[in-house]
């Protein structure tokens, strides 16, 4: 596994800033990614994809809207786009 230490932290009020189609970072199960380049290439309407750009999105990564997981090939997917890590906030 990665070395998560090494990893950029990455405040709430960065994600933030990633919240539109030139630039989607979701932040699940702590880490970040930057979801740009897939949101085309995600078999939904992008719409769906883009509600969660900027946006804490782990209840959603893991309902995907109605209450099923994604598959463990969606999950192996986004190492290509991890960014960094959640700083906790205090
Ligand atoms: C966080 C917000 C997201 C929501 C609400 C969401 C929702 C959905 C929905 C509704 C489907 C189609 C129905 C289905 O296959 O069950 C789907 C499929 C899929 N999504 Fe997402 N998705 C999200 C993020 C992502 C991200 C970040 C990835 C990148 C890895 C991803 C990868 C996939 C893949 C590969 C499928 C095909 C089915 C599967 O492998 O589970 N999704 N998603």
């Known amino acids: 596994d990665?070395?998560?230490?090494?990893?950029?932290l990455?405040?709430?009020e960065e994600?933030?800033?990633?919240?539109?189609k030139d630039s989607c970072w979701?932040?699940?199960?702590?880490?970040?990614?930057?979801?740009?380049?897939?949101?085309?290439d995600h078999p939904t309407p992008p719409s769906i994809m883009?509600?969660?750009?900027?946006?804490?999105?782990?209840?959603?990564y893991d309902t995907k809207g109605y209450g099923r997981p994604h598959s463990k090939a969606a999950d192996?997917?986004?190492?290509?786009?991890?960014v960094g890590r959640l700083k906790a906030e205090d």
């Open 2 to 8: 990665q070395d998560k230490d090494e990893l950029p």
């Open 10 to 12: 990455i405040t709430m």
């Open 15 to 20: 994600l933030a800033k990633h919240d539109n």
């Open 26 to 40: 979701k932040a699940i199960h702590g880490k970040v990614y930057d979801v740009t380049d897939y949101i085309p």
């Open 50 to 60: 883009y509600e969660w750009c900027g946006r804490e999105s782990t209840e959603a």
């Open 76 to 82: 192996a997917m986004l190492k290509d786009m991890l």
